[in-house]
């Protein structure tokens, strides 16, 4: 079973670009989250969809936006970008249901965003 | 608001010593916790994981210590092992409500010495 994939791996902007991360979760599994993780805080949630509507929004500026397609693939994007934004941000999967018996996330290896 | 604090953020061990990781809570809400690892260059992944209605949940030499009337949880590792070398992360949740977002803890960053 193919694991969360996520695309590019690694990338570099500059200031005041955008930028367009993707995933695609464990094939069965309806939802995807993404974390923003940083040394000093940690991973921080941004925002979890489940067949393609957002359940759930974390503590990030509207710059933040994101999306599923019906396929359940999502894509992230940032825009005006600032150095701020360098972080690894990272996609998680999982059934996101509660008739499944843990909330088990199954995270991908990570988009690493390079701010210059 | 830090809802999960996480300490130490840094733990050296010799190899066969336990490592002893703490977090604590604030949301008495939360009923869902779990232990994520993660090595360098790749994604966290879970470990193991525990609901309050047990005060310990052992899998191999991994151990959880649940305390709901101090809301604190900890993770044990026993006989600790160079390939432990990771860092850990403590979450909790509210499964089953409407919110269906993991709060993480900062981390910790484990060093295992042969």
């Known amino acids: 079973k193919a694991g969360v994939t996520q695309t590019p791996r690694y990338l570099i902007k500059t200031r005041g670009q955008q930028v367009t991360l993707s995933c695609s979760p464990i094939?069965?599994?309806?939802?995807v989250s993404w974390y923003q993780q940083t040394p000093g805080q940690g991973l921080q949630f941004l925002f979890e969809?489940?067949?393609?509507?957002?359940?759930n929004k974390g503590n990030f500026p509207g710059r933040f936006s994101g999306r599923q397609f019906s396929n359940s693939r999502s894509e992230m994007n940032v825009s005006t970008l600032e150095l701020g934004d360098s972080a690894l941000y990272l996609c998680?999967?999982?059934?996101?249901?509660?008739?499944?018996?843990?909330?088990?996330?199954?995270f991908g290896e990570g988009s690493r965003l390079t701010v210059l | 608001q830090q809802q999960v604090k996480q300490s130490p953020q840094s733990l050296i061990v010799q190899k066969g010593g336990i490592s002893i990781i703490n977090c604590a809570y604030e949301?008495?809400?939360?009923?869902?916790f779990p232990w994520y690892q993660q090595f360098p260059g790749k994604g966290p992944a879970l470990l193991i994981a525990?609901?309050?209605?047990?005060s310990e949940k052992k899998e191999g030499r991994f151990t959880i210590s649940f305390n709901k009337s101090a809301k604190q949880f900890s993770l044990h590792i026993m006989d600790s092992q160079p390939g432990d070398s990771a860092t850990y992360f403590c979450?909790?949740?509210?499964?089953?409500?409407?919110?269906?977002?993991?709060?993480f803890g900062k981390g910790t960053l484990l060093t295992v010495n042969p």
């Open positions: 998680a999967s999982s059934h996101g249901q509660v008739s499944f018996l843990t909330g088990e996330l199954f």
């Open positions: 094939s069965g599994h309806r939802s």
């Open positions: 969809y489940f067949s393609e509507t957002q359940r």
């Open positions: 949301n008495t809400a939360f009923d869902y």
């Open positions: 525990i609901r309050p209605d047990v």
């Open positions: 979450a909790a949740q509210r499964w089953g409500g409407s919110n269906y977002k993991l709060t």
